[in-house]
């Protein structure tokens, strides 16, 4: 079992910086891959980044692509969000979520879920 907590959000004007944490507790984190997803109102949740237990692989989905840097520090339990050159529509809810194995782009396949932190882009 392992349960996350997000934090990091806030609001910021367009072209400027947030890095989102997720904090996990338990003794295998480095057996779960991580997912940071995010949900505006009115949109469905969509993937943002993932990342495998040993960091080695990574995904990005098209939009925040050479914007956002996902990273994880096994020994504190946490993984990062890095987002610069935030744009107005990156405005949303971010979730992290944490799964077994490879990771996934299906939001379905996560048993574990953080809070959320709202990140808002003014412009």
């Known amino acids: 079992q392992v349960h996350l907590v997000e934090s990091g959000g806030g609001l910021v004007q367009a072209g400027g910086s947030l890095r989102l944490s997720c904090a996990a507790s338990g003794r295998t984190f480095s057996s779960y891959a991580i997912g940071w997803f995010r949900q505006a109102p009115g949109i469905e949740r969509e993937v943002v980044s993932l990342?495998?237990?040993?960091?080695?692989?990574?995904y990005y989905r098209d939009s925040v692509k050479g914007r956002f840097t996902i990273s994880r520090d096994n020994d504190k339990n946490t993984v990062y969000l890095q987002m610069n050159s935030l744009k107005p529509e990156d405005t949303a809810v971010y979730y992290c979520?944490?799964?077994?194995?490879?990771?996934?782009?299906?939001?379905?396949?996560?048993?574990?879920w953080g809070q959320g932190t709202q990140v808002t882009v003014s412009s």
């Open positions: 990342i495998t237990g040993s960091g080695s692989s990574i």
């Open positions: 979520a944490a799964r077994l194995g490879f990771y996934s782009g299906v939001s379905h396949d996560y048993a574990h």
